[in-house]
């Protein structure tokens, strides 16, 4: 049991950075950070450069591009249809971390993990929070 405890810092970590983030005031427009946390995951994947995961790199550039439609779409909408819409924002990318967890591609299996954790946190902020 105390191992699988330690294995499971990242999500123990996703759950402890919101509300640092949210202390901090750092969450104050969650928009940009659907986009932002997909640029991430191509900048990692780029920089990472492991054999054998170039398709995988190559498939978050529609990632951005998605999670960019959904945030600029957000953003047209008024309270609370805008956090309902960012809460759907970063559902989909818990969604797409659980994906890279899975396949242990592009970026770390520890990041995705934290992001799954941080992710799913954050919509449910937006859902409870309108």
Same mark, same amino acid.
């Given at each position: ?16 950075? /919101? ?53 600029? +779409? ?24 659980? /994906? ?5 591609? /592009? ?6 993990? +934290? ?16």
């Amino acid at each position: 049991m105390k191992r699988m405890l330690s294995d499971r810092w990242p999500t123990a970590a996703g759950i402890a950075t /919101v509300p640092v983030l949210l202390a901090l005031g750092i969450l104050d427009d969650f928009a940009e950070g659907v986009v932002v946390a997909a640029v991430l995951y191509l900048a990692w994947g780029v920089l990472r450069r492991r054999p054998g995961q170039g398709g995988w790199v190559l498939w978050q550039v529609p990632g951005v591009l998605v999670f960019g439609a959904v945030t600029v +779409w957000a953003l047209s909408l008024d309270h609370p249809q805008l956090q309902y819409a960012l809460a759907v924002g970063w559902l989909g990318h818990a969604a797409w971390d659980v /994906v890279h967890f899975r396949a242990d591609r /592009v970026v770390p299996r520890w990041w995705s993990e +934290w992001c799954i954790a941080l992710d799913v946190l954050l919509a449910v902020v937006l859902i409870l929070d309108p």
